[in-house]
């Protein structure tokens, strides 16, 4: 069970993610679910975002957006979960060093659809680096891409 | 020397990537040079972009956007200038399968700077598949970011 | 079910890669199994492919050969499995092509162990380039590294 | 100018990956120079290193190796140029928390020749982690491959 302090860093995560970095407001990404277990950031397809107008898809960069967003969220659910007795300041401190090193993206199919789900999980969990899996797919079950990143945690 | 085919496809790839992609709109990506000695592709900082409101840097995603974008344009550009007997159909019907397989972005630097200029070169290119280097400078030469893509051709 | 010209490629090519590639003999890399549902690639722990000494753990150059190895097969594997009316020469025909892209590896724990195991599978299939994801696990079920790699099939 | 401990590491350093690796000696890798500036790593072509006993060509095992032999060693030479008052204690710490968080291999040409030869240079400079980018070429400069590998220095 997560403590109060787990949960409320993650909260604060979640709504700054949603409602104040401007580039997830262009693009009309939301952090739908974020806890000690992972997170879904979701994304409703609208004009703005396709990148070929013939096949009415989702460009490859807000994919690739998604996949880092759900990467960095990942990386520091599992830094938040990896220890019981965080203090609020230590993990305001880690959250300041939380950014991407590297990531490979890999496109399988086309973006069709009306809401984009990316997940992930950790599959190397450090106190200073983490590397995550992530994926996309939309609203029918459809595995749109891959992603594979590693993260600064600390 | 290009050939009138080569500059009237590249012309018209630089057009459709420039004004006919609603999500390079919503970026204000702007294709500044492509000819088949490659590519340039730039943004302009503006608040929408920013993925960190503290430090007041481009979001990672808007990085991977314009990597890929430029890694694509490239690509094409060395299939264009692989041969100097393409008809105008033969272009036009690579352009439809031209498409990201995978991408590497490497994060060096944080996004600051008021225009990101994008370029890029092959490193292996084929009839099908080509893989190029992308890079990601400021205004004032600071390296943002390496990109490494593989790119469907034909 | 397998039709024979698929069953005698496959084995015709898991006897290649087991007994003909020098370097598969050096490591003592063994084809444990492959059929259209996949491969199993193992390598039995020898002082030679030990990285550090202290540490008594394979080379990291090890892990990447046996993913890469298994990533080949498996894109193989699923260019065999895609049509049931391959002839005997197209499938040779393609088998000379073969070829990795490009790969990326996560090195997620220290390689110990007595045996290695590789496993992958296909993530996008197509008729010129296949990407696949791997696996390596020693005989504990630990696992050691992720790969990623894309290859030229046809 | 180097520090006598700087010099003394690195050529402790050079020592130990050129006798005492014993994946290092099974492939007969060579460490030819290292000093701050990077490494130059090489390898003999000799028939147990083949891939491919049709086209006479190193296995991309191989080469995936001398890329992250270079890579780590060019992440750690980037450690120890970036202070001169490092203690020797200190660097023979950080020597053994050195290790592949993951790298990406691009496979440009096959590898024909006799000596191939591995360069590298540091692309993101950290004190926990660092990036490199890798070269592979062969006697006639004909480039092989190219590396990019995120390590771990402390």
Chains 1, 2, 3, 4 share one sequence.
């Not at 997170?39 to 397809?45: G, K």
Request: contains cysteine; charged residues 20%; glycine residues 12%.
């Amino acid at each position: 069970m997560a403590t109060a302090i787990q949960t409320a860093t993650l909260q604060r995560v979640a709504q700054i993610f949603d409602a104040q970095v401007p580039f997830h407001n262009l693009l009309g990404l939301d952090i739908k679910r974020y806890d000690l277990d992972g997170v879904e950031v979701t994304i409703r397809m609208k004009p703005e975002l396709i990148g070929n107008i013939h096949q009415q898809i989702l460009h490859g960069g807000v994919t690739a957006t998604i996949l880092d967003v759900v990467g960095g969220l990942t990386a520091f659910a599992g830094l938040v979960a990896s220890r019981d007795d965080w203090s609020l300041e230590a993990l305001q401190q880690r959250l300041k060093t939380l950014g991407t090193i590297d990531m490979r993206v890999d496109y399988l199919r086309p973006g069709r659809g009306d809401v984009f789900t990316g997940t992930g999980s950790v599959i190397r969990a450090g106190n200073r680096v983490s590397v995550c899996r992530m994926e996309l797919h939309n609203e029918q079950g459809t595995h749109i891409a891959f992603g594979t990143g590693t993260y600064m945690v600390g």
